[in-house]
């Protein structure tokens, strides 16, 4: 949404999610399209496409710490409708979501879907990638790389591609860390962009310490790790002495912002970070 | 929604919108897809386009009787992206509604469109297509056709395409009548094919008076006026004597169940009755 908010007075629109308070409720909004060719491979099976786009969208609702109500969908239909649906079915209740509504149309050239995810907040205030604080520890929640092991297995039709092709969106674990974090975001784009994306939307400096992170690859395949996306594992702030309610591992410190966003090892990282959308 | 509808748990998905209980509120959602090629013309202005999805979300929300909070845009990247958000801008202050989110996505191919709308009820039960009762009347807020007058003046450079490219979602219409109606639909599709979808919807029989229905075409174009959409003209049942807030026009009556859901001057309508959705 990088485009559109400059032009528009709606707020915060770098965020993944919306945030829209309502009477004694808060609702938290997320939408995600997938491009045929761009986010998912062409002929990759529609039971693996309702997956990931559900998953993506649960996991955004899951930085929030967010509670999933449902979703509406948005089906542009092809040659697998069936398998799309049993994908859509499985996922839903997987995640514990219903399906209110949405939009199909027919359309020629490469299928684009989108879903709007729709929870309420189990936390009040709601975190947000823009909260990290000088001084505190950056933890995140596993293993990164575990979706790139998946993708070459599905790609070379061999080995285990479900870390892939089944995402899991950490909500439990999103919304026990809620009330203690001070800023939080799924790492779907690559740890490295995400953890930049991080540190200027919350104007600080995040020094990563690259072995600290747990990764899911061999070892010499680290960097790799550190910049692939789609784990959908929570990257989080919070006081250096808070009481963490689940399994989490400690990657980093949060510094005043200095010239660089972001340092791994001391130094800003070169080349790719991660996953840039259009 | 149709396909969907049959193999998923959630109601009522042929309805435009979703309804949800929320705390002490009660949500609108809808979302609606225009791909080019199929729903928009391949060159047609990014402000008209813009318009185009806003105007016929909102209507979604108009034919509930809510009050617009904001939108959720799913937005390809293409050529004349200033165009679209000046039109974006232009037509969320003119419904009163903000954009809160989103995702834009780069892709090749042609454009696909979402915009997600929400919007909170202004009145209880929320008014749907399957409420129509044997006995009452049937009205249409205006004419219809003035969206194919538009049209065929934007494809010819000549005449006022402004109906077409600046479709009014009628929010005050139908806040006003929500309290009043057993049924009500925006006229998107047509409105024989929307009339027979309320019929079916509500298991009556709807019988239309083919000269009450005012039309913004020339008489000898009323067949034609009877099945184009994009009117954005609301369609509701009411009882007969209801005192109606605005100036409405009478069109028809519903009647028990018989063998056909659609008479039109007493005789089923054969042929195209609307723009059929893939």
Known sequence: MRTIAKHSAARDLNDDCAVLELGTETLILTHDTMVEGVHFLPGQSG????WK???????????????????????????????????????????????????????????????????????CPVPSRAGAKPGHGLWITGPVGAALIGFEALKT???????????????????ALAPLVSAMMDVSDGLLLDARRMAEASRVTIAIDRNAVPIATPEQRRDEALTW??????????????????????????????????????????GKLGFEHG
Chains 1, 2 share one sequence.
Do not use: W
Request: proline share 6%.
């Open 229 to 270: 996306g789609e784990d959908y594992q929570l990257l989080f702030t919070a006081p250096a002495d808070a009481a963490l309610p689940c399994p989490v591992h400690r990657i980093g410190t949060v510094r005043e912002r200095g010239p660089e966003p972001l340092l791994l090892d001391g130094v800003a990282p070169t």
């Open 53 to 123: 786009l559900v998953a993506s969208n649960m996991s955004d609702l899951a930085a929030k710490g967010a509670m999933p109500l449902g979703v509406l969908l948005a089906y542009q239909l092809g040659s697998d409708d069936a398998d799309f649906l049993r994908g859509l079915e499985a996922s839903l209740q997987h995640f514990g979501a219903v399906l209110l509504g949405g939009d199909t149309v027919s359309a020629n050239g490469p299928r684009s879907l989108g879903l709007t995810a729709i929870g309420t907040a189990t936390h």
């Open 47 to 50: 039971e693996d496409l309702a």
């Open 157 to 175: 039709s061999s080995g285990d591609s479900s870390f892939y092709r089944r995402g899991q969106a950490l909500l439990t674990e999103g919304q």
